[in-house]
């Protein structure tokens, strides 16, 4: 892992007692097995402009090996804790790929990406920009992953309903936003707790790498433009191995719950023969740090799994 400043302004901020709140593994939709399954592929539709997002198709899987199955990462998630669910969408061989599909976890700060979303799709649909007072939240909302910023974007924007909403038309659709105002026992906010899956969370990132039903190509480019410019301390997760010289717009989320570290990452890869989006959702790290190292494994094993595919 590079070596970085550590700002906790996000969720965490190094809030102690976010350690006292309940434990989150009564949220899992299902938990993983001892030894992670590394499924085979899963093969998907391009998302088309009428289409906002990649689905995977029910068909038999193929006889190409899963990004999420090598022998390195295998032995190095059996011994990892917590729980870890991935996916991947490639655009340049049209397929996904999902690992352990089946968990929901806590977004964290990744929320703010469908907070952006909301807020970007409303104006459209009224025929107008952005207002001077959601266009001025939302940079630091997102290239700082400032939490006040997000709330008062929330609230501006509808609430949960609203990005509830949003995230319908955007195709996530087991994506429930929260509507509490603080993580109990804590005065951090409540958005943190929305729930998602990996595939959800490609699904938003492709809306803005790709061409979309619901965001047009200026929202897209100005929403991957702050993507791409977070602060540096903020620059890992999906970015892990990543060269110089690739477009890589990335969006972290990190929370300590009673139940150990929620540590996410999304974002989009184009570059050196690359054109993917990954996100990677972990819960249950005893630090933040332990997460950031499996989730940027995870990142480097990816991107190399994807030389000439």
Known sequence: MRPRRRRFHDLAALSVIAFLVLGCGGTHVAGPTDTPHLGTSQPASPPPP?????????TAPRAVTSPFASRRLRSYLAGRSGHVTAALYDARTKKTWLFHPQLAQYTASIVKVEIMGTALHEAEAAGQGLPATEAALMPSMIENSDNDSATALLQDVGGPSAVARFDRSAGLNDTVPSRLAFI??????????????????????SNFAYPSAVLS?????????????????????????????????????????????????????????????????????PTEAYGIDTVETIARDVYRSRAGD
């Not at 009428?50 to 029910?58: C, D, F, H, V």
């Not at 943190?192 to 990132?205: I, K, P, Q, R």
């Not at 970015?239 to 009673?258: E, R, Y």
């Open 50 to 58: 009428a289409t906002p997002a990649p689905t995977p198709r029910s």
């Open 217 to 285: 190509d200026a929202a897209r480019k100005y929403g991957l433009s702050l993507m791409e410019h977070v602060e540096a301390d903020q620059d890992w997760g999906v970015s892990g191995g990543i060269p110089a010289g690739t477009t890589v717009a990335l969006k972290n989320g990190w929370l300590p719950l009673g139940s150990g570290w929620q540590v996410n990452s999304i974002g989009w890869i184009s570059g050196h023969g690359r054109d993917y989006v990954l996100a990677v959702l972990t819960d249950g790290s």
């Open 184 to 205: 109990p026992g804590t005065s951090l906010p409540g958005w943190g707790l929305t729930t998602t899956t990996a595939l959800d969370e490609v699904t938003l990132v």
